[in-house]
């Protein structure tokens, strides 16, 4: 899925990146707050993972003005230990749950994907689709009890699809979805994803909507 990491310590930063990337994720990485602010005014990221003290500001003055604007991306505020007014004052500005420094990475990774599923109404993690039996919290599916093994950017579209289960995406949304500012993108990357899944996952289970985008039935 696509997320937003808005840390600046560029240690932490650095491994919070590899660890989500390697899971699949795109990740956008921004140093400050007036980044943080341009990148989700643009781009529809499934969750933000924030963090309050930036050099240029709050994070918290970003969460609220996002708010504000009727932004409804779901966000995790990481804070310190010690810092229970931050988490307070973090909630009251609208986010959706917190992780404290030092976090465990598997545990941050857990919490983005709760708050994304619930972000987009599917708050439970096990769904069938397709004659597929799907563990979103693990990122696993199943057909007739066999596993069926995707790539962490195969799982990426897959999800992405499921999360808007009944609505058409359009490539567009999904490249967001896969894609980082900074990745260059094949012009028919899309497509290429689309085709790996429906030799792994069978060819009825994403649709085709001509000129429109992809569905999940
Ligand atoms: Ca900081």
């Known amino acids: 899925m696509r997320l937003l990491l808005v840390e600046d310590t560029p240690e932490l930063a650095h491994s919070v990146l590899h660890f989500l990337r390697s899971e699949g994720h795109a990740v956008d990485h921004a140093p400050d707050a007036a ?66 420094k030092p976090f465990d990475l598997r545990e941050l990774s857990a919490r983005i994907r709760a708050n994304a599923r619930r972000g987009q109404g599917i708050p439970e993690t096990r769904v069938t689709v397709g004659g597929l039996e799907v563990d979103r919290a693990a990122a696993r599916l199943w057909r007739a009890g066999d596993e069926i093994r995707l790539t962490a950017r195969e799982w990426a579209l897959f999800d992405a699809l499921l999360g808007a289960r009944g609505r058409v995406l359009p490539k567009s949304a999904l490249e967001e979805a896969l894609f980082t500012f900074d990745d260059a993108v094949e012009g028919n990357a899309v497509e290429v994803y689309v085709s790996r899944l429906r030799q792994k996952l069978g060819s009825e289970v994403i649709e085709t909507r001509r000129g429109l985008g992809y569905i999940l039935p």
Do not use: F, H, N
């Open 35 to 100: 980044t943080a602010a341009a990148a989700m005014a643009v781009a529809d990221y499934a969750c933000v993972i924030l963090d309050l003290g930036l050099p240029d500001g709050s994070g918290l003055e970003v969460l609220k003005a996002r708010r504000k604007a009727g932004d409804r991306t779901p966000v995790l505020i990481a804070t310190a230990r010690d810092q229970i007014s931050d988490r307070i004052a973090g909630l009251d500005a609208g986010a959706d749950d917190y992780v404290v």
